[in-house]
T-cell receptor, first 115, second 112 residues
Framework: DADVTQTPRNRITKTGKRIMLECSQT?????MYWYRQDPGLGLRLIYY???????NKGEISDGYSVSRQAQAKFSLSLESAIPNQTALYFC??????????????FGEGSRLTVL | GQNIDQPTEMTATEGAIVQINCTYQ??????LFWYQQHAGEAPTFLSYNVLDGLEEKGRFSSFLSRSKGYSYLLLKELQMKDSASYLCAVRDWGTGGFKTIFGAGTRLFVKA
């Protein structure tokens, strides 16, 4: 089983619908992130959380919200989906105890299509 | 603000050497990463540089010059499986703490 699991892996929805993407991890990491990836734009940070009580906006948080339900769970919500939110979404984790290196460990991605 | 630039695409021949360049501008630089991403898959960590110089790991090496805001990833003895996107990413300190910012990626095509 993957250490960082995202559900759903694929989702097609309509404009205006509420969508939740879920991420859970078994790595015991304290830090979790949500990125979206679009062709030609690379990975852009939406929200990040350094622990359960800490939530921070990233580069492109408008239209998104998050919830850190537990150390192992970090959910991304689109309250009213719009077509330009069609993208590949990645959850990632990192571990403070790694020190400076702090590499990211990514989930397998959730492909969202908004019609 | 932050800015990370890398070439969009590169093509190289199996068995050859390829160098993928990355330039960056950040206000609170705290390390540079390279990730590999095969089509349809998650990015995976390749290398990390925080001090100037070359870090070598098998067929892959990564170089950093902080004064020039420049890094490169060197891939030797190219194999077909090296066809992938290579993402340059910078760890940046700002309000809200450290976060990792990615470039758009360089898609590498390895031909026989």
């Amino acid at each position: 089983d993957a250490d960082v699991t995202q559900t759903p892996r694929n989702r097609i929805t309509k404009t205006g619908k509420r969508i939740m993407l879920e991420c859970s991890q078994t790595k015991g990491h304290d830090r979790m992130y949500w990125y979206r990836q679009d062709p030609g734009l690379g990975l852009r940070l939406i929200y990040y959380s350094f622990d359960v009580k800490d939530i921070n906006k990233g580069e492109i948080s408008d239209g998104y919200s998050v919830s850190r339900q537990a150390q192992a769970k970090f959910s991304l919500s689109l309250e009213s989906a719009i077509p330009n939110q069609t993208a590949l979404y990645f959850c990632a984790t990192s571990d403070l105890s790694q020190g400076e290196r702090v590499e990211l460990f990514f989930g397998e991605g959730s492909r969202l299509t908004v019609l | 603000g932050q800015n990370i630039d890398q070439p969009t695409e590169m093509t190289a021949t199996e068995g050859a050497i390829v160098q993928i360049n990355c330039t960056y501008q950040t206000s609170g630089f705290n390390g540079l990463f390279w990730y590999q991403q095969h089509a349809g898959e998650a990015p995976t960590f390749l290398s990390y540089n925080v001090l100037d110089g070359l870090e070598e790991k098998g067929r892959f090496s990564s170089f950093l010059s902080r004064s020039k805001g420049y890094s490169y990833l060197l891939l030797k003895e190219l194999q077909m499986k090296d066809s992938a996107s290579y993402l340059c990413a910078v760890r940046d300190w700002g309000t809200g703490g450290f976060k990792t910012i990615f470039g758009a990626g360089t898609r590498l095509f390895v031909k026989a």
